[in-house]
């Protein structure tokens, strides 16, 4: 080969060097050393089947611990009451205590033997070398969130348009209909039980990275939470979310006093097609009716 052939071989070669690093591999850098960190630091927990399971568990106590400090806070401190959707009406410990135990009893009985059955049974999960790039990490996050958004706006819609799916399954999350934090996971078994199934599968229908299976599983916790934590912050999902397409804590507060409303769990457009959509106002929240402690125990 001639030496002007290889001269311009080697421009090629360094043009798309160029090219990759400055174009649309920029993107593929941008998680890659996150990814490999976690490769090299936590190889052996992050192919475990148990992880998810960890990872999920150890983000809803932590925000439900977080809000719990709040709510017990919020009676003294007016910085934090301010933000409550119901600053007349604080939370009491028998409410904390009753759910934290309906909490610990669901995840001894159904979480637990899940967890040791996947990891008896399930094979290690593959950690590829490469990380998802940042675009397609958001976007299976966004698209896992629209397909459980539909899967749980018809389950929701079912149990509570069919008397006995309501009374059997459903009405145990409705005994508060002021919900806190620990509200969120104050469900039947089978309630539990679905919704942690399509969080898993919903990632491997889709075939997500397992990077950004993670992501949507911590982030389904946290707004899971943030739905039921019964404050409206500044920085909360759905004040960030423009065009009221995000539920957020106000509407789901809204669906817990009247029920026939506010079925979706993330975005607003299948309460609006199906005519299920309300917004709440400020006297909802202050002039429901009810006692100064929080109303509980209703079906």
Known sequence: MSSGMLLRTEALSWM????????GQSQDLALQ?????LLQNHHDHLRSPLFPVVLSITTYFFLVGLYTVLDMLAPYWPCINHYRLHPDRPITWPNIWTTLCVTIYNHLLYIFPAAVAQWLWRPPTPLPREAPTLWSFLLGILGCMVVFD???YLWHLLHHRVPWLYRTFHAVHHQYNQPFSLVTQYL?????FSVGFWATVDPILLQCHCM???GFMVFNVYVSTEDHCGYDFPWAVHNLVPFNLWGGAPKHDAHHQRPGTNFAPF?????WLGGTH?????????????PDEMKGRKD
Do not use: I, K
Request: hydrophobic share 30%; aromatic share 20%; no cysteine.
């Open 16 to 23: 798309s060097d160029v090219d990759n690093v400055t174009g």
């Open 267 to 271: 975005f607003s457009h299948w309460d």
């Open 212 to 214: 950004t299976t993670w």
């Open 33 to 37: 050393p996150v990814w490999d960190y």
């Open 278 to 290: 309300t917004v709440p106002t400020p006297s909802s929240h202050a002039a429901t009716g009810e």
């Open 188 to 192: 039947s078994g089978w309630e539990l």
């Open 150 to 152: 539909f899967q749980y």
